[in-house]
């Protein structure tokens, strides 16, 4: 029984972590309509100018904004100078694009930060909470970082629900001509989904790197996992992408401490990849209206 609790404790926080980055990937589809598979590299980026800072003599959270700001500023740089040469063209050329900037952002941090291991501080405690003399596998850090996702979740909800920026967002990636003629400035909407996307990447990369060791390439296993938690809760709804990413967590959790350990991880989150697309390709939490927007 301690067996199921930890692994479900263990699921739920490390779906929490899928949950943060596939919610960028949301941001980023709802504002852009593009699928940015440099999202990883752009958060392991801010992550590193966070540990430089923290290594400099700053404490964690002054880190953190700092990260967060300079996230923003490299999502509308990205979007500004790149992006922009080929949207509206061929929808692939854009996914080709982000690939490109995967590897050339990995590269350039490397040979900046190095390729070494470098450990990332905590905020919170990393020792399991003590329940009846039994310890369980879900930590002050874990907390935080489920509450920090639940909080993302909600203002990003509210975002595209209740504000007229949000509005003119969505309308400005469905319709860009339309969207012009009702007065909304494209351009800058764009520009601003980028930017609040990568803002929401740094905040995955900080959470996934707290109390573990941080290399260029640490991202990489997330960005499938992060994507398939995207595509299971539905790529147009940030509460899908949490639902998606706990569910995630559950079964690879499950999978891992029941069926084989580690090594059939990958396949398992494959196998629910191409189930989801098979049956249901728009995700859990996929309207109508929006796919035929």
């Known amino acids: ?84 040469r080929v949207e509206g063209g061929p929808e692939l050329n854009a996914v080709i694009v982000t690939l490109g900037l995967f590897v050339a952002i990995q590269a350039a941090v490397a040979i900046i930060a190095g390729s070494s291991f470098q450990s990332f501080p905590a905020p919170f405690g990393l020792r399991g909470f003590t329940i009846g003399g039994n310890t369980i596998a879900l930590t002050p850090n874990r907390v935080y970082v489920i509450a920090a996702v639940l909080l993302t979740m909600a203002l990003l909800v509210a975002l595209f629900r209740f504000t007229r920026v949000g509005l003119a967002m969505r309308a400005a990636a469905f319709g860009q001509e339309v969207a012009r003629l009702l007065g909304v400035r494209v351009g800058r909407m764009l520009t601003l989904g980028w930017a609040l996307a990568a803002v929401v990447g740094s905040l995955a990369g900080l959470l996934i790197a707290g109390g573990s060791f941080v290399y260029p390439a640490y991202m990489d296993s997330l960005i499938v996992f992060g994507f398939v938690a995207a595509v299971l809760g539905g790529l147009d709804s940030p509460i899908g992408a949490v639902v998606g990413g706990l569910l995630l967590g559950l079964a690879l959790s499950y999978v891992s401490a029941y069926f084989g350990g580690s090594s059939v991880v990958n396949l398992a989150a494959l196998v629910i990849l191409v189930v989801v697309l098979l049956v249901r390709p728009g995700g859990l939490f996929a309207s109508t209206v929006a796919r035929r927007a």
């Open 1 to 84: 029984m301690q067996q199921f609790i930890d692994t479900t404790l263990s699921g739920l926080a490390q779906g929490m972590v899928f949950a943060a980055f596939a919610l960028a990937l949301v941001l980023i589809w709802r504002s852009t309509r593009i699928v940015n598979f440099a999202q990883g590299s752009m958060a392991m980026a801010t992550t590193f100018v966070a540990l430089a800072l923290i290594q400099a003599g700053w404490n964690y959270w002054a880190a953190l904004a700092a990260a967060l700001v300079s996230g923003f500023v490299l999502g509308a740089v990205v979007e500004r100078v790149v992006i922009r």
